[in-house]
């Protein structure tokens, strides 16, 4: 099933797309995960793909029906969201959640975008759960999470040590009925 794409306006007025990744796409994703991991904070990666891997990877969750998803701003991917299904079939009914944007994207409403474009996949995915994952300082994400619906379903203290200092990691859960 093909993934739709998305038409916004950013903050700032800026058109923003959200659509399915697709492989022309590499190395902008890894031009902007770099930027991101180099910030040091609320991503779980401590080095960018390789070209190679990317396209891989790429490829990998589109044969198996996941969401890979692109904002394109100003015709470059500055950011991604993606829902990894569960493959064991006791969890085909859950997904897991992962997003980041570049410095570039942030403070400028496509957080909201993102999540309501990953809920519509979701349901029509027909999925019954969604998970996530997120850092207790990222209190923006919290809020955006809380306001959709997310649930907090436990937390790992000082999971993570985050530029010095220990972060705790908030599970979260999305249920679709």
Request: proline share 2%; aromatic share 8%; net charge positive.
């Given at each position: 099933?093909?993934?739709?794409?998305?038409?916004?306006?950013?903050?700032?007025?800026?058109?923003?797309?959200?659509?399915?990744?697709?492989?022309?796409?590499?190395?902008?994703?890894?031009?902007?995960?770099?930027?991101?991991?180099?910030?040091?904070?609320?991503?779980?990666?401590?080095?960018?793909?390789?070209?190679?891997?990317?396209?891989?990877?790429?490829?990998?969750?589109?044969?198996?029906?996941?969401?890979?998803?692109?904002?394109?701003?100003?015709?470059?991917?500055?950011?991604?969201?993606?829902?990894?299904?569960?493959?064991?079939?006791?969890?085909?009914?859950?997904?897991?959640?992962?997003?980041?944007?570049?410095?570039?994207?942030?403070?400028?409403?496509?957080?909201?975008?993102i999540l309501s474009y990953?809920?519509?996949?979701?349901?029509?995915?027909?999925?019954?759960?969604?998970?996530?994952?997120?850092?207790?300082?990222?209190?923006?994400?919290?809020?955006?999470?809380?306001?959709?619906?997310?649930?907090?379903?436990?937390?790992?203290?000082?999971?993570?040590?985050?530029?010095?200092?220990?972060?705790?990691?908030?599970?979260?859960?999305?249920?679709?009925?």
């Amino acid at each position: 099933m093909e993934q739709p794409t998305k038409i916004c306006k950013t903050k700032d007025g800026r058109s923003a797309t959200l659509r399915p990744v697709k492989e022309s796409d590499a190395k902008d994703i890894l031009a902007a995960v770099k930027s991101v991991i180099e910030s040091g904070v609320y991503i779980q990666k401590e080095r960018p793909k390789t070209l190679d891997e990317e396209i891989h990877f790429i490829r990998e969750m589109k044969e198996k029906d996941n969401m890979y998803m692109a904002v394109e701003l100003e015709g470059k991917a500055v950011g991604i969201a993606r829902v990894l299904r569960g493959e064991l079939e006791m969890k085909k009914h859950t997904g897991l959640f992962r997003t980041w944007l570049s410095s570039t994207a942030q403070g400028q409403g496509l957080g909201k975008e993102i999540l309501s474009y990953t809920l519509d996949w979701c349901r029509l995915h027909k999925l019954h759960k969604l998970c996530l994952t997120v850092f207790s300082s990222n209190e923006i994400a919290i809020k955006l999470y809380e306001k959709k619906g997310f649930t907090v379903e436990g937390i790992q203290k000082e999971q993570a040590l985050l530029n010095g200092q220990y972060e705790d990691e908030i599970h979260m859960g999305y249920f679709f009925n």
